[in-house]
């Protein structure tokens, strides 16, 4: 019922930024929540940033103060703003929408590396 689309990722330096897109499309009315998660090379995936629908924003530790997670007012897309990166922010970033159960993009690549 929820179809998202992600688009941003890619190769930036330490130090740079990426501003990472999800389009969601279908019963966008019915969803609860959307967010960002992340699975880094040989660790478990883990909540970046989510937003509910009444706006109520949780970020994790590790990125508070460097990303910003926001949505446009038809709440049918999120974007993940991100700055001051650094290797350890290197994974595959997915976008995450939650209505009757939890939706999930296909990821994208962002590597930070020189």
């Known amino acids: 019922q929820v179809q998202l689309v992600e688009s941003g990722g890619g190769l930036v330096q330490p130090g740079g930024s990426l501003r990472l897109s999800c389009v969601a499309s279908?019963?966008?009315?019915?969803?609860?929540?959307m967010g960002w998660y992340r699975q880094a090379p040989g660790k478990q995936r883990e909540l970046v940033a989510l937003i509910t629908r009444g706006g109520t924003i949780n970020y994790a530790d590790s990125v508070k103060g460097r990303f910003t997670i926001s949505r446009d007012g038809a709440k049918n897309t999120i974007y993940l703003q991100m700055s001051s990166l650094n290797p350890e922010d290197t994974a595959v970033y997915y976008c995450?929408?939650?209505?009757?159960?939890?939706?999930w993009g296909k990821g994208t690549q962002v590597t930070v590396s020189s």
């Open positions: 279908g019963r966008i009315y019915s969803i609860t929540s």
């Open positions: 995450n929408a939650q209505f009757d159960r939890a939706y």
